[in-house]
């Protein structure tokens, strides 16, 4: 960058990650009227530029790929998160960022500052196993930013210099999150931001809404729902624009709860912290559009396997493209998604549709069956039932001794009818039916981040 020797102010920093943005903006816009074939082609010189980097800079990859540099993506080995932050160290391609430096200056993390002068540090979300560490430097951030900024453009809210889009997110202020990451560094002038905390008590959230009267609302899942039953009970009082669901299952039940609150369909945006966006609606609802052009992905069972369009898989299998400082090829998630057999859309756009997120694989269930083996239960046989419940919130608890439905301020519910109901969909399942209990809570437990999982484990 040309020019002084001070460090530059706060504001023009922004200003200027906001030029970029939308300079890359500009030309992910032009990705949407690509044929397939082109898509296709773009697919292949990105993978190719992304592997060589990591040979060329990863020990851990010239180990991990090793006699495989010029075989198909689908012949390279399976990443999980555990090889992964073991191998850390190698992992990187910069041989002066250690993984103990990298977690010290999370503990420390208040809101954007950067590791070692260059790298935004996120870790996962993840409430199970070791978290997982991310890190991207300024022009991959740009990226990041712009792969959010994409998801809300195609829900209508498109942002300019000359434009200002008052946003308001109620997700995690935790600043290790990348959603407050996101918030964090795209505050500005450009785009005022206020990050509420989705964990902060209901009455204050709805008030600073109010004071807001944000354009653009951004919400977990579960705090939509939420919102949607403060604004149809009078106390929340918005008229967004533009209303998005982020990083949960956005059911039936509440993507109607929030038509009816604002008036318009809530768009649903697929994102992960080590992919950033991945996947977002288009005006049509068809399902939401991959963003095959900044990450590949491959939608497998539990052994790798790939998983035809139109069946739910138990992975997925991504190769972030634009990923540098820590390279990911086919690094596992264990969200479970379906690809629509139809790819075609009104909207022209020639990127795959997903036809359903039916979230983690950890909101399946497993049941022993009468055989003596074990089961799992998807989601969506849980989503079924509980989309037909009014209530302010659910979620529903596995316990050795049996099943807790959780039931936010029910309305109209018959407790022994929707026990019955869940017992007779475990049962069509094939496994030991467990007792099933209803109870009515004043609200439903979050993890640390903040967000509500609609199926869970025994918490500890
Ligand atoms: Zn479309």
Same mark, same amino acid.
């Given at each position: 960058?040309?020019?002084?020797?001070?460090?530059?102010s706060?504001?023009?920093? *922004?200003?200027?990650?906001?030029?970029?943005?939308?300079?890359?903006?500009?030309?992910?816009?032009?990705?949407?009227?690509?044929?397939? *074939?082109?898509?296709?082609?773009?697919?292949?010189?990105?993978?190719?530029?992304?592997?060589?980097?990591?040979?060329?800079?990863?020990?851990?990859?010239r180990?991990?790929?090793?006699?495989?540099?010029?075989?198909?993506l689908?012949?390279?080995?399976?990443?999980?998160?555990?090889?992964?932050?073991?191998?850390?160290?190698e992992?990187?391609?910069?041989?002066?960022?250690?993984?103990?430096?990298?977690?010290r200056?999370?503990?420390?993390?208040?809101?954007?500052?950067?590791f070692?002068?260059?790298?935004?540090v996120?870790? @996962?979300?993840g409430?199970?196993?070791?978290?997982?560490? +991310?890190?991207?430097?300024r022009?991959?951030?740009?990226?990041?930013?712009?792969?959010?900024?994409?998801?809300?453009?195609?829900?209508?809210?498109?942002a300019?210099?000359?434009?200002?889009?008052?946003t308001?997110?109620?997700?995690?202020?935790?600043?290790?999150?990348?959603?407050?990451?996101?918030?964090?560094?795209?505050?500005?002038?450009w785009?005022?931001?206020?990050?509420?905390?989705?964990?902060?008590?209901? &009455?204050?959230?709805?008030?600073?809404l109010?004071?807001?009267? #944000?354009?653009?609302?951004?919400?977990?899942a579960?705090?939509?729902?939420?919102?949607?039953?403060?604004?149809? *009970?009078?106390?929340?009082a918005?008229?967004?624009?533009?209303?998005?669901?982020?990083s949960?299952?956005?059911?039936?039940? @509440?993507?109607d709860?929030?038509?009816a609150?604002?008036?318009?369909? #809530?768009?649903?945006?697929?994102a992960?912290?080590?992919?950033a966006?991945?996947?977002?609606?288009?005006g049509?609802?068809p399902g939401?559009?991959l963003f095959?052009?900044?990450?590949?992905?491959?939608?497998?069972?539990?052994?790798?396997?790939?998983?035809?369009?139109g069946?739910?898989?138990?992975?997925?299998?991504?190769t972030?493209?634009?990923?540098?400082? +820590?390279?990911?090829?086919?690094?596992?998630?264990?969200?479970?998604?379906?690809? &629509?057999?139809?790819?075609?859309?009104?909207?022209?756009?020639?990127?795959?549709?997903?036809?359903?997120?039916q979230?983690?694989?950890?909101e399946?269930?497993?049941?022993?069956?009468?055989g003596?083996?074990?089961?799992?239960?998807? #989601?969506?046989?849980?989503h079924?039932?509980?989309?037909?419940v @009014?209530?302010?919130?659910?979620?529903?608890?596995?316990? #050795?001794?049996? +099943?807790?439905v959780? +039931?936010?301020?029910?309305?109209?519910?018959d407790?022994?009818?929707? !026990?019955?109901?869940?017992?007779?969909?475990?049962a069509?399942q094939?496994?030991?039916?467990?007792d099933?209990?209803?109870?009515?809570?004043e609200?439903?437990p979050?993890?640390?981040?903040?967000? !509500?999982?609609l199926?869970?484990?025994?918490?500890?």
């Amino acid at each position: 960058m040309a020019g002084g020797h001070t460090a530059p102010s706060r504001v023009s920093d *922004a200003a200027r990650r906001a030029g970029l943005v939308l300079a890359v903006l500009r030309r992910l816009r032009r990705r949407d009227s690509w044929s397939r *074939a082109q898509l296709i082609a773009h697919q292949g010189r990105a993978l190719a530029v992304l592997r060589a980097h990591a040979y060329a800079h990863s020990p851990f990859y010239r180990r991990l790929h090793a006699g495989r540099f010029d075989t198909p993506l689908s012949d390279l080995p399976v990443l999980t998160k555990a090889q992964l932050m073991e191998g850390f160290d190698e992992a990187v391609t910069d041989r002066a960022v250690r993984l103990d430096a990298v977690e010290r200056h999370l503990d420390v993390l208040r809101g954007d500052e950067l590791f070692r002068g260059r790298y935004r540090v996120c870790a @996962t979300a993840g409430t199970t196993g070791r978290r997982g560490i +991310l890190l991207w430097d300024r022009s991959e951030w740009v990226d990041v930013l712009a792969s959010y900024n994409r998801a809300q453009e195609w829900g209508g809210a498109r942002a300019g210099l000359t434009r200002r889009m008052s946003t308001a997110v109620v997700s995690s202020t935790n600043p290790t999150h990348q959603s407050a990451r996101v918030g964090a560094s795209i505050d500005s002038a450009w785009l005022p931001t206020v990050r509420i905390d989705s964990g902060d008590d209901r &009455a204050s959230i709805v008030l600073r809404l109010n004071g807001r009267q #944000p354009r653009t609302l951004v919400a977990y899942a579960s705090m939509l729902r939420v919102l949607a039953e403060e604004q149809l *009970a009078g106390r929340l009082a918005i008229a967004p624009e533009f209303v998005f669901s982020a990083s949960e299952v956005l059911t039936r039940s @509440t993507r109607d709860a929030a038509t009816a609150a604002w008036g318009r369909q #809530p768009r649903d945006v697929y994102a992960a912290t080590e992919t950033a966006a991945i996947a977002a609606e288009c005006g049509q609802h068809p399902g939401l559009h991959l963003f095959e052009d900044l990450v590949l992905t491959e939608v497998v069972d539990g052994n790798d396997r790939p998983v035809p369009p139109g069946e739910y898989g138990a992975k997925v299998l991504v190769t972030v493209l634009f990923s540098r400082t +820590l390279p990911l090829i086919r690094y596992e998630m264990t969200d479970s998604v379906q690809i &629509a057999v139809e790819h075609d859309c009104p909207c022209g756009r020639p990127y795959a549709l997903l036809a359903g997120v039916q979230g983690r694989l950890q909101e399946a269930l497993q049941f022993a069956t009468a055989g003596g083996g074990e089961r799992t239960v998807q #989601p969506v046989v849980v989503h079924h039932i509980m989309d037909r419940v @009014t209530s302010a919130g659910w979620q529903v608890v596995q316990r #050795p001794e049996g +099943l807790e439905v959780l +039931l936010v301020r029910p309305r109209n519910v018959d407790p022994t009818a929707l !026990a019955a109901k869940v017992r007779s969909a475990l049962a069509e399942q094939g496994v030991v039916v467990p007792d099933v209990r209803v109870r009515e809570v004043e609200s439903v437990p979050r993890t640390a981040l903040g967000k !509500a999982p609609l199926i869970t484990g025994t918490t500890s």
